[in-house]
């Protein structure tokens, strides 16, 4: 079971940017990668924030939440052992407090399946998570 790595949870101000890395070790390098990141917040549901999805010799694609469009970006490199992806966070708002979290998913599929698989909030292998509080 592949189980990703979150850090870089931090305490920033309003206005503020922050990087998430994510790290999910598997070998030898998946053909299909889909890989995103979810936040809960106090008191509410988990939720979606963005997710990639690439197979091996392509382009990667991106799907956002509508509260990540314009100001979060996904960029994921790997090595012979692990796939990485992390998630550049700008503008960051007091309302984008959250525990953050990263998923995975190596199983074979199309950009549909992985971004089915991102609302429905339906990954098999999860992080533990990483605090990120935004002060006004």
């Known amino acids: 079971q592949v189980q990703p790595v979150e850090s870089g949870g931090v305490s920033v101000q309003a206005g503020g940017s922050l990087k998430l890395p994510c790290a999910a070790s598997?070998?030898?390098?998946?053909?299909?990668?889909?890989m995103g990141w979810f936040r809960q917040a106090p008191g509410k549901e988990r939720e979606g924030v963005s997710v990639?999805?690439?197979?091996?010799?392509?382009?990667?694609?991106?799907?956002?939440a509508d509260s990540a469009k314009g100001r979060f970006t996904l960029s994921r490199h790997s090595n012979q052992n692990t796939v990485f992806l992390d998630l550049a966070m700008n503008s960051l708002k007091p309302e984008d407090t959250a525990v953050y979290y990263c998923?995975?998913?190596?199983?074979?599929?199309?950009?549909?399946?992985?971004?089915?698989?991102?609302?429905?909030?339906?990954?098999?292998?999860w992080g533990q998570g990483t605090q990120v509080t935004v002060s006004s």
């Open positions: 998923a995975a998913d190596f199983a074979d599929g199309t950009y549909s399946d992985c971004v089915r698989r991102f609302v429905t909030n339906s990954f098999p292998n």
């Open positions: 598997i070998s030898p390098e998946p053909e299909n990668t889909c």
């Open positions: 990639m999805y690439k197979r091996m010799y392509r382009y990667g694609r991106t799907y956002f």
